[in-house]
C-alpha cells in the first residue's frame, strides 16, 4: 500500500517567489495535516484539513494557505518566501481528525531551500 | 493541548534496552499518548500509541501509570539503526500537534 507521497522531495527558491507543495495521504484516509520543521527542531503544525474544510491553523503567518481537494490530496502554498521558510515541509494523513486514538502518518517531506 | 517534557538526548549500547520516559502532567481524560521516531532526512514514523496501563507491538513496549502524567517508551535490545529523535505526544488528535524537540537517542557498538 503507498504510503503518503509528497512532491516535489527538493526545490530551491528565491526570496519573495512562491512555492506550491503537494501531498497525496495514504488511500482511505480523509485528514491531511501540514507541518514545517527547521533544522534540530521537531514539526511545527501549520494546517488540518479534513473533508475539504480547515480544521485548525497554527501560528503561522497569511503568507502560508492550504487546501484539500475532493480526493483529499492537498496543497500547502507559501507566498512572499523568506530565508527563515527553508525548512523541510511535511505532510500527515489520518483517516479522520478529533477521534479518540486518531494516528497519523508521516510522509518523507519536502525540502524547500529559500536563497 | 497535554505538554510534554522529555530529555534532550540519551546515551545506550547496542544489545541494551533503552527506555524514555516523557512527563505530561495536564493530559486531558480524553488524551492519548503517541510515540514517534524520526531518522535524519525523513518524516516522522509512527511507532506506538496507548491510553493506559500497557501496549506492546512488534517494535516497542510503551507503560503507563494509573495517573497517566508520565509515559515510558521501552525499545528492547537496541540496535545502532535505532538512533533517531523519539517524539512523544499527548493530544487527541496529534494532527494539530506541535511536536516538542524530543529525544536524540545515540546507540553506540
Known amino acids: 500500500d503507498a504510503g503518503v507521497t509528497q512532491s516535489p522531495t527538493h526545490l530551491i527558491k528565491t526570496r519573495g517567489q512562491h512555492v506550491t507543495l503537494r501531498c497525496s495521504p495514504i488511500?482511505?484516509?480523509?485528514?491531511v495535516s501540514w507541518y514545517q520543521q527547521v533544522l534540530g527542531q521537531g514539526p511545527q503544525f501549520i494546517f488540518q484539513?479534513?473533508?475539504?474544510?480547515?480544521?485548525g491553523r497554527g501560528n503561522f503567518p497569511d503568507r502560508f494557505s492550504a487546501r484539500q481537494f475532493p480526493n483529499y490530496s492537498s496543497e500547502l502554498n507559501v507566498n512572499a518566501l523568506l530565508l527563515g521558510d527553508s525548512a523541510l515541509y511535511l505532510c500527515a494523513s489520518s483517516l479522520d481528525q478529533g477521534s479518540l486514538g486518531n494516528t497519523i502518518y508521516f510522509g518523507e517531506g519536502s525540502w524547500l531551500t529559500v536563497v | 493541548l497535554a505538554k510534554t517534557t522529555q530529555p534532550i538526548s540519551m546515551d545506550s549500547y547496542e544489545g541494551q534496552e533503552v527506555n524514555i520516559t516523557c512527563s505530561h502532567n495536564?493530559?486531558?481524560?480524553?488524551?492519548?499518548i503517541t510515540w514517534y521516531q524520526q531518522f535524519p532526512s525523513q518524516g516522522p514514523r509512527f511507532i506506538i500509541q496507548g491510553y493506559k496501563t500497557k501496549v506492546t507491538n512488534e517494535v516497542a513496549s510503551l507503560f503507563i501509570p494509573a495517573d497517566r502524567k508520565s509515559s515510558t517508551l521501552s525499545l528492547p535490545r537496541v540496535s545502532l539503526s535505532d538512533t533517531a529523535v523519539y517524539y512523544c505526544l499527548g493530544l487527541i488528535n496529534p494532527g494539530k500537534s506541535t511536536f516538542g524537540d524530543g529525544t536524540t537517542l545515540t546507540v553506540k557498538p
Open positions: 488511500s482511505g484516509h480523509k485528514s
Open positions: 484539513y479534513y473533508e475539504k474544510e480547515e480544521r
Open positions: 495536564n493530559i486531558a481524560t480524553n488524551d492519548y
